[in-house]
């Protein structure tokens, strides 16, 4: 598949998405000072082109009533993708990467409960190639991804699409396997699971797929929305845009510093996820910068002017063929995503 050639105003159209992506094309045309019919193909070129993706971002509760566990793998006799591809048939994978350091491989597991974690981390041990497994459980996670941003607006349009949506990206809560106060109804599942594959479905296409009544589809969809249930997220091909090195931190913090740190690195704009991990060192994030030059300036002074970090371990990523339940490569761009069950 050829990659879609962007200009200056593909760029704002994804760093729009990336802010509101349920944003109608007639308001994100207002804030670009553009064609809302110019930008619905723009954006249907680079869907085909298989660049971006609107899928729905679900919230723990909704799908698992434990934390993730993030999983270090180091193999024996065999390479680093070819044990890769064969921890693509274990369930309940969020992320997988190969990377580099100590640990070859690293994958993100998080299954409906503790016991199936359990069970899915025991099957690794059963892949071959498989040497050693290295769990880290999550004690707690600032969720970053769906926030991410490539920078490309300029502030005044960032400022109006902030107003758009009525919320700063940056105070995201910290995210808690809490199950919804009251259980989801059929419609309420229906519809999370409708929005979760596509996060910019019109409650007039719910409603069809559904066979709801269109004012049920539109209350549900506005409940599940409002609620938090799922938040639309939109997913790209970071590397087609110029943003070629993602890399992880694993931090050692002084003691009683760990929230403080956490804060002040989910407030850096490379910034995908910050969590803490049951392990030394006791933080772990993951950020996505264009090459590794901007990973040396991060770490030499983005990380060195927050006080409590007492030691500091970087690995790039070389190759991440899945995250956040979507497959991507950089031949064919994002493929199948395995959106998390309900519960």
Not at 34 to 49: G, M, P
Not at 154 to 173: C, I, K, S, W, Y
């Amino acid at each position: 598949m050829t990659r879609p050639l962007l200009d200056e105003l593909d760029r704002r159209l994804i760093g729009a998405l990336h802010l509101a992506p349920r944003a109608t094309w007639d308001d994100l045309g207002g804030i670009l000072a553009a064609d809302a019919s110019t930008l619905k193909r723009r954006y249907d070129r680079l869907h085909e082109a298989r660049m971006v993706r609107v899928i729905g971002q679900a919230d723990w509760g909704v799908h698992s009533t434990a934390m993730p566990v993030h999983v270090f793998l180091d193999i024996s006799g065999d390479t680093p993708l070819a044990v890769l591809h064969r921890l693509r048939e274990l369930p309940h994978l969020q992320l997988m990467a190969q990377i580099s350091g100590d640990y070859p491989l690293y994958a993100v597991v998080h299954a409906p409960s503790e016991a199936e974690t359990s069970r899915a981390i025991d099957r690794m041990f059963s892949v071959r190639g498989v040497r050693r497994v290295n769990a880290l459980p999550a004690l707690s996670t600032l969720r970053r991804g769906i926030t991410w941003d490539p920078q490309s607006l300029t502030d005044a349009e960032r400022d109006d699409l902030l107003h758009l949506v009525g919320a700063r990206p940056e105070a995201t809560a910290t995210a808690t396997a809490t199950p919804p106060a009251k259980p989801l109804s059929e419609a309420d599942r229906t519809v999370v699971a409708l929005l979760l594959q596509d996060g910019r479905a019109s409650a007039a296409s719910i409603a069809r797929t559904a066979g709801l009544a269109t004012s049920t589809a539109h209350r549900v969809v506005r409940r599940v929305l409002d609620e938090g249930w799922v938040r639309p997220r939109l997913e790209v091909v970071p590397e087609w845009l110029g943003f070629e090195t993602p890399f992880m931190l694993r931090l050692r913090v002084a003691p009683g510093e760990t929230p403080e740190v956490m804060r002040r690195i989910d407030l850096l704009p490379q910034t995908r996820l910050v969590a803490h991990v049951a392990s030394d060192p006791s933080v772990l994030a993951t950020a996505l910068v264009t090459d590794r030059s901007a990973v040396a300036h991060f770490v030499d002074h983005e990380l060195a002017a927050i006080p409590g970090i007492l030691a500091v371990s970087v690995d790039v990523m070389l190759a991440v063929p899945r995250r956040y339940w979507l497959d991507r490569d950089l031949t064919s761009g994002l493929g199948a995503f395995h959106a998390p069950a309900l519960l």
